[in-house]
């Protein structure tokens, strides 16, 4: 048995072997995003089109599923008489992709990061920045009483005070700024 290629695998599906395939340019009018389908007009006036499919396969939850905006333009792709698909859109609400792996031009820069992980890892190396900054705070006010209390050594006080005060003046630590996560790209 030889090995299918995609138009054979589509015709399949379609169950129509006979069919011939063509796009229409139309109009979202509504679209049902759990049910993963969109009503649209044609924009050569022909009869609307109910249940578009925004995926091509139907009932899949994995691949990908275009989510058009409303009263935008999209190419709807026939593959059966009664039965089409979104393939391409001029405004999109939502790009859904669901697979094993994505690449992103060429994935050169390496992963993705997992925004909660990194917030805790975040987190973590603030918490040790702030005890180094009070251990220096104790220390400097440590030897700065110890230097004024000896009247030899009342000469160097200054160094650990100027220690202290460059240490207070840090800005504080803050919490994590969510604001570096896109949350339009999710995973």
Do not use: H, S
């Given at each position: 048995?030889?090995?299918?290629?995609?138009?054979?695998?589509?015709?399949?599906?379609?169950?129509?072997?006979?069919?011939?395939?063509?796009?229409?340019?139309?109009e979202v009018l509504e679209i049902d995003?759990?049910?993963?389908?969109?009503?649209?007009?044609?924009?050569?006036?022909?009869?609307?089109?109910y249940g578009v499919r925004l995926q091509a396969i139907e009932g899949s939850e994995k691949g990908v599923a275009i989510v058009p905006k409303k009263g935008s333009g999209v190419l709807v792709v026939f593959i059966s008489k009664s039965r089409?698909?979104?393939?391409?859109?001029?405004?999109?609400?939502?790009?859904?992709?669901?697979?094993?792996?994505?690449?992103?031009?060429?994935?050169?820069?390496?992963?993705?990061?997992?925004?909660?992980?990194?917030?805790?890892?975040?987190?973590?190396?603030?918490?040790r920045q702030a005890a180094h900054e009070l251990a220096l705070i104790a220390f400097a006010a440590a030897q700065n009483t110890a230097a004024l209390s000896v009247p030899l050594f009342a000469p160097l006080a200054v160094a650990p005070a100027a220690l202290n005060a460059s240490m207070t003046a840090l800005p504080p630590n803050g919490v994590f700024n969510a604001s570096l996560i896109d949350d339009k790209i999710t995973h």
């Open positions: 048995m030889k090995d299918k290629n995609i138009r054979e695998l589509i015709q399949e599906l379609a169950g129509d072997l006979a069919a011939e395939y063509y796009g229409k340019p139309c995003e759990m049910a993963r389908t969109c009503d649209v007009k044609p924009y050569d006036g022909t009869a609307i089109i089409a698909f979104v393939a391409l859109g001029e405004q999109l609400d939502k790009l859904i992709i669901d697979c094993d792996e994505v690449t992103f031009n060429g994935g050169d820069l390496g992963g993705w990061f997992k925004a909660p992980d990194m917030n805790v890892e975040l987190n973590k190396l603030k918490a």
